[in-house]
């Protein structure tokens, strides 16, 4: 993934759950600031489902808000009401202008 900066737009978040999302009917991704304040994205399904990506594109400049180190995972809903969440990742958000 590329490097991430605070207010960016159009970035990508990608998790892997490692199984076929063909049966998902909801997804998000998760996550933890770096001051440990969870919350989520809504998420998509990726192309082909048999990948298991699940991905986010940044709408706001508030969506990566904080500069420091952020956690995040998917986590899917399945049409027989089984859940799934993927490995954590964790990922430098970076203040602009730095690197």
Request: glycine share 10%; aromatic share 12%; with cysteine.
């Amino acid at each position: 993934m590329a490097d991430l900066h605070v207010g960016d737009v159009g970035k990508t978040l990608r998790c892997n759950c490692s199984v076929d999302l063909v049966d998902v009917v909801s997804a998000v991704i998760k996550y933890f600031d770096p001051d440990g304040e969870q919350g989520s994205f809504p998420g998509t399904v990726e192309s082909p489902t048999s990948d298991g990506y699940i991905t986010y594109k940044t709408l706001a400049p508030t969506d990566l808000y904080k500069a420091g180190a952020w956690r995040f995972w998917a986590y899917v809903t399945m049409n027989d009401g089984g859940t799934i969440a993927s490995d954590t990742y964790e990922t430098q958000i970076y203040a602009q202008g730095t690197l």
